[in-house]
């Protein structure tokens, strides 16, 4: 066996070489981000306010003034069909990827009693995919009648096909009603069609009208691939990906279970440093709501229902407390762990005391922060290339 000082001089030129190579592993992951993530290859040429602005427009010539509502933004890829549409061609794609596209925008509104919202979808390039009116149940309405609905579902039907330059015979074929409750408060008339394509049999491109009350309040168009031609021409279901998945599994359970029974034993002996723990907890806690805090995530799918009793300070109260969890048990293994590490390396947590003390600039906190930057650029590496 090799000398302890040896090893420890040997192990500090691996860290030293770790640390300089950080660069080229953060360009690395980057590389390989740009080449499999389609969120990061999809290019976007409208800002948030452009969208609002066309969205308001859309949300008018749908009969709906939206002026003074809160208002919510979504960007949502679609990995299949961005890899399917990579490694297809001809007019037919291109008609395909028009009205079905591999990511969209959609923009929300909500109405300030939240009886009702209206959600715009966009594509990348800024043009309008459709849109869907949810309106309160309790609003009374007339129904027309079937002949009716479906003259408004025509017309709706005939501009998005003369829009899209379709000119092959599509049939609109009803789907059926929905009555609403209580009783006598609207019915909603459904209408779906769909288009083949003869050279991409794989995907199944299905529109959907809706009309309540005589009004136009849903036209939507959905691209989907086949599941089996999904699971065997873009998903990769080897058994080694399936071998990584339980080793993952099964790593994740270890360290649980060693943490806890670390945490108790520590616990117990009276090693436990409960006001680093909450520290830790808040600061990780704080750092995660920010993230629903400056976004919509925590607000846009709530704002789908109409008449929603539930307020936006209650939403964000129930976020705060799950991210607090969350917060605590990152809290709790690093309480688990803390006693050991500063038992077997003396002195490597000096930094975070440092740190919790005030001495933000001091050199145990700045050699924290560059150790830290570099191990996640590798970390961010290894990921991507798993």
């Not at 086949?226 to 359970?253: H, M, Q, R, W």
């Not at 943490?259 to 117990?268: C, D």
């Amino acid at each position: 066996m090799l000398p302890r000082r040896i090893l420890a001089k040997k192990t500090k030129w691996v860290w030293i070489a770790l640390l300089a190579m950080a660069p080229l592993a953060y360009y690395a992951g980057v590389r390989l981000i740009l080449n499999i993530d389609p969120s990061a290859r999809i290019g976007i040429n409208y800002d948030r306010e452009q969208l609002i602005v066309r969205a308001e427009q859309a949300a008018m010539q749908a009969g709906v003034n939206v002026a003074g509502w809160d208002v919510y933004i979504r960007f949502l890829p679609n990995t299949n069909l961005f890899y399917y549409y990579k490694y297809r061609s001809g007019a037919e794609r291109e008609l395909a990827k028009h009205l079905a596209p591999d990511a969209e925008f959609k923009v929300r509104f909500r109405a300030p009693d939240r009886s009702e919202n209206i959600e715009v979808a966009f594509d990348v390039d800024g043009h309008r995919l459709g849109f869907t009116h949810n309106i309160s149940k309790t609003k009374t309405g007339k129904d027309p009648g079937d002949e009716k609905s479906r003259e408004i579902a025509e017309a709706a039907f005939k501009t998005r096909l003369a829009a899209a330059g379709i000119t092959v015979p599509v049939e609109l074929k009803s789907a059926g009603t929905v009555s609403n409750e209580p009783p006598n408060t609207g019915i909603a008339r459904q209408y779906t069609w769909s288009h083949p394509f003869a050279t991409l049999p794989e995907l199944k491109l299905e529109g959907t009208i809706k009309v309540r009350d005589g009004v136009l309040i849903s036209d939507r168009i959905k691209g989907e691939l086949e599941p089996v031609f999904t699971s065997t021409k873009l998903i990769n279901d080897s058994g080694f990906k399936l071998l990584s998945v339980l080793l993952y599994g099964l790593c994740i359970a270890i360290v649980v279970i060693f943490g806890i029974y670390r945490f108790v034993q520590r616990a117990r002996e009276k090693e436990i440093s409960y006001s680093r723990i909450s520290l830790i907890a808040l600061i990780f806690a704080a750092v995660m709501f920010s993230f629903a805090f400056i976004t919509d995530a925590a607000f846009y799918d709530t704002s789908e229902t109409p008449d929603l009793s539930v307020s936006d300070a209650v939403i964000m109260f129930i976020a705060s407390i799950f991210y607090l969890l969350f917060g605590l048990i990152i809290g709790l293994a690093y309480g688990s762990g803390e006693g050991d590490m500063r038992e077997g390396f003396p002195g490597k947590l000096t930094s975070l005391d440092s740190l919790l003390t005030g001495k933000i600039f001091s050199r145990n906190v700045a050699r924290s922060v560059v150790t830290g930057w570099a191990f996640g650029g590798w970390l961010m590496l290894g990921v991507n290339l798993i």
